[in-house]
């Protein structure tokens, strides 16, 4: 297993999991969001390709409209 810190709660994800794997499990596809992962900004085209590692540190912003 992979210890991630996401937006600074501890999580665990399986060995071999990506951005989007982060994604999926906190249930936000289809909502305007962005991340970062050891400070860099991982494009939505990448999610799928960067892959996540032990102690990674991953913020997660989530886009709120309004007025």
């Known amino acids: 297993m992979l ?5 600074g709660k501890k999580q665990q994800f399986p060995k071999g999991a990506c951005v989007a794997d ?3 499990e906190l249930s936000l596809e289809g909502k305007r969001f962005a991340v970062e992962r050891n400070g860099e900004i991982v494009p939505k ?3 799928a ?3 996540l590692a032990d102690g990674d ?3 997660v912003v989530i886009a709120v409209g309004g007025g």
């Open 45 to 47: 085209s990448s999610m």
């Open 22 to 24: 982060l994604i999926n």
């Open 49 to 51: 390709s960067v892959p």
């Open 57 to 59: 540190s991953v913020e």
């Open 3 to 7: 210890n991630v810190s996401v937006n």
